[in-house]
Nanobody, 124 residues
Framework: VQLQASGGGLVQAGGSLRLSCAAS????????IGWFRQAPGKGREFVAG???????FYTDSVKGRFTISRDNAKNTVYLQMNSLKPEDTAVYYC???????????????????WGQGTQVTVSS
């Protein structure tokens, strides 16, 4: 399984970005995909996830601003990020759970496959 994250960049506060996570070797419609982020000097934290049954989950700090979605035809998961804040600055990673029926969690250790990360920088 390979995950390719893309779409990061530099944006001003209040702006928007859309991250993409393209998967190969696995059908994203059957497996949960999560987005995590890691700021300099901090641990990797859960941002959002979409489960095999289309249930979505968000960390409190991004609720109402970020939206996770899935395009099965393109085998890609997206993270639409609106109203970006400087504190959203981080490297963003997508990750896949290990089993088809596994639930989305906020634990790094529950994800078996990881993309390479894409940098998001929000200037004030």
């Amino acid at each position: 399984v390979q995950l390719q994250a893309s779409g990061g960049g530099l944006v001003q506060a209040g702006g928007s970005l859309r991250l993409s996570c393209a998967a190969s070797g696995r059908t994203v419609s059957s497996y949960g995909i999560g987005w995590f982020r890691q700021a300099p000097g901090k641990g990797r934290e859960f941002v959002a996830g979409i489960q095999w049954n289309d249930s979505t989950f968000y960390t409190d700090s991004v609720k109402g601003r970020f939206t996770i979605s899935r395009d099965n035809a393109k085998n890609t998961v997206y993270l639409q990020m609106n109203s970006l804040k400087p504190e959203d600055t981080a490297v963003y990673y997508c990750a896949a759970v290990g089993r088809a029926d596994a639930r989305i969690t906020n634990r790094v250790t529950d994800y078996n496959y990881w993309g390479q990360g894409t940098q998001v920088t929000v200037s004030s």
